[in-house]
């Protein structure tokens, strides 16, 4: 870890997080693709794939301030696609600076990206291989209410019938335990975020042979079903 930082020059990786926080996407908590801003009155700003699901609803709400949108109404978000193409940032793995709409690509395939990180036991056939005695990642505590051994579907079954109205800002407990997870990270809605986030099973999707667009359009797929 040491060295890695010390490509960094002066910066550290929560450095490097805090520089990259305006350039992330709210709901899939990545760097933006295809960044649009909405017309909920404080021009929220999210990827064009994680709002597309909003048009399939007759009032959608902003993740963020719940205001509501016309999520046929839609702005390109030419000023931060501008910035993404100027501003350069360190990769957090192998410190090399490149702008910010390269970076997302970078992360994906970094040489020096840490994998020694224990990664979620599939629970469907993939391509990918995972290691044995991994850690209990299946069951989580409610964030609001703090109701304990509740698995991802359990969880979001228990936050929308008992928190539909009384969610706000609280660190997701499934995005928490995640690898690449911060535990520090508070979601501005969580109800919210645990339905368009987590309606479906990381390790039932990701296939770390896949393409990470592909990976997310068919994650944001499976959030449309019914829980």
């Known amino acids: 870890m040491a060295d890695r930082r010390k490509r960094h020059g002066t910066s ?42 909003y048009k399939s609803q007759h009032e959608a709400q902003c993740p963020e301030c719940r205001g509501t949108f016309d999520p046929r109404d839609l702005r390109r978000a030419s000023d931060l696609e501008h910035a993404m193409r100027n501003v350069q940032i360190p990769c957090r793995w192998c410190g090399q600076g490149m702008t910010v709409h390269r970076l997302r690509s970078h992360l994906a395939k970094c040489k020096q990206r840490d994998s020694s990180i224990p990664k979620f036991k599939p629970v469907a056939e993939t391509a990918q291989s995972f290691p044995a005695n991994l850690p209990n990642r299946s069951t989580f505590s409610c964030p609001i209410c703090h109701q304990e051994n509740l698995d991802c579907t359990a969880l979001i079954q228990h936050c929308n019938k008992i ?65």
């Not at 800002?169 to 809605?189: E, H, I, L, Q």
Request: proline share 8%.
């Open 12 to 53: 550290s990786y929560s450095d490097i997080d805090e520089e990259l926080a305006p350039y992330k996407c709210p709901v899939c908590l990545e760097i933006f693709k295809n960044p649009v801003h909405i017309t909920c009155g404080h021009n929220h700003t999210y990827c064009s794939d994680c709002v597309a699901p």
């Open 163 to 227: 928190h539909a109205q009384e969610s706000g800002s609280f660190v997701c407990p499934v995005c928490a335990s995640m690898p690449w997870g911060d535990p520090n990270y508070c979601s501005p809605d969580i109800v919210h975020h645990l339905n368009m986030r987590h309606k479906f099973e990381y390790d039932t999707y990701v296939d770390f042979n896949q393409d990470e667009d592909e990976m997310l359009r068919q994650a944001l797929q499976a959030s449309l079903e019914p829980v």
